[in-house]
């Protein structure tokens, strides 16, 4: 950027954002807010082309969950450039960055990193160059939309009244890195996380949450059951784990169907079937593998006993045994989304303000996991969905599809929000916050 475009920015930053904070008397009231701007900021060249690029150089090289070496690396560059105090590692390839006074009220928002595995089959530019790994989920794009809101914040540091938190996770694509960041205490005094993940078919410049629970709970299992191989002509002299895990299968069904209160929506659905490899052979063994879901824990920890004890007694019905592994090493079970609801109000007015009352729009819970849900497990947070369905282009498919595009469009809507919500929550709630005791909070940076 050309010195005579950064006088120029500094010009509109100072004249946006100085009236914000520079009157700490009236700052609890919303009125006067200019929260606008940030949009305006973020849709500036300046912000939204720098994004763009850093959003693409991500998708060019997808990294799987702890493996985000060259996105961390990334991302750490963008923050010493914009000169941002950060931690690292953090939960392996984790990045925490810190803007404003090192003191309380602490806020935090949150990007996750990872890709997936899979073969993107979009032919474009910037397509993945890693052959088996494409970022199918937006995950680019949300580290993309942080750092750019992490720009807009620099620019009004010294106006922030406590400090706003900048959290890089790893692996939230089965890998739990929000725990890991969670488990590492670096949230310890943070009053509030937000987080955002792109939706396909939610219109652009518009955003969909909900109080309560938003994303289920979710878990998976595996399951060897295990007979007697033999000749499939001859039975008799074979215990067949084909039948039997068939059965299994069946009655696994039965657990949603009529044993859960119909009102509290669960799912079992089993996936993976592996067993034999002939049409003439009872093999010794059969595997299956499938997920589980629901937006209480309770009902969560109910399935996971029922499905076990499913498994392993219609088994035995059927003169197998049957070993059951929930798999907890590499895919530990996700928590509820349950977004807070006082923050829930908080978002409306914020996204209102920016967006128009109009682009707020209430959903229904869907049944796919985040790992946002450990977040919300240690303090209040809140994830929304961010639109990005441009109703005169082709529509977009959907997260993990190898067709999944990401609207760059929307990358301002994200990095905006982002800042709002940050900026927004320390001016309004630091009055609620415990007295500051001098260099108490230093080691948070
Ligand atoms: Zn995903
Ligand atoms: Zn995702």
Known sequence: MGFSKWVNLLF????????????????????????????DLAKNPQV???????????????EMGYEEFETSELIRAKLDELGIPYKHPVAVT????????????????????????MEELVEWEHKSKVPGKMHACGHDAHVAMLLGAAKILKELEKDLPGTVVLVFQPAEEGGGGAKKIVDAGVLKNVSAIFGLHVNHDTSLGAVASRSGPLFAGSGFFEAIISGKGGHAAIPQHA????????????SLQHIVSREADPLDTQVVTVGNFQGGGAFNVIPDSVTIGGTFRAFSHESFMHLRNRIEQVITGQAAVHRCNATVNFLQEEKIFFPPTINDAGLHDYFRSVAGS?????????????MGGE??????????????LLGMRNPSAEPLH?????YFKINEDALPYGAALHASLAARYLVEFRQEEVPVVEGKYHDEL
């Open 398 to 402: 959907i997260v993990h599809s190898p």
């Open 371 to 384: 790992d946002f849900a450990f977040y919300q497990q240690a303090l209040p947070g809140y994830i929304f």
């Open 94 to 117: 984790g990045v925490i960055g810190y803007i404003g006074t090192g003191l309380p009220p602490f806020v935090a928002i949150r990007a996750d990193m990872d890709a997936l595995l």
């Open 239 to 250: 215990i067949d784990p084909i039948v039997a895990a068939s059965n299994v299968i069946v």
């Open 48 to 62: 939204f082309d720098w994004m763009v690029d850093i959003r693409r150089k991500i998708h060019e090289n997808p």
């Open 12 to 39: 509109i930053i100072f004249n946006c954002f100085l009236p914000i904070f520079s009157d700490s008397s009236s700052s609890t009231s919303n009125d006067n807010l200019p929260i606008n701007k940030f949009l």
């Open 354 to 366: 920016l967006l128009g009352v109009d682009k707020v729009n209430d959903m229904q819970p869907v």
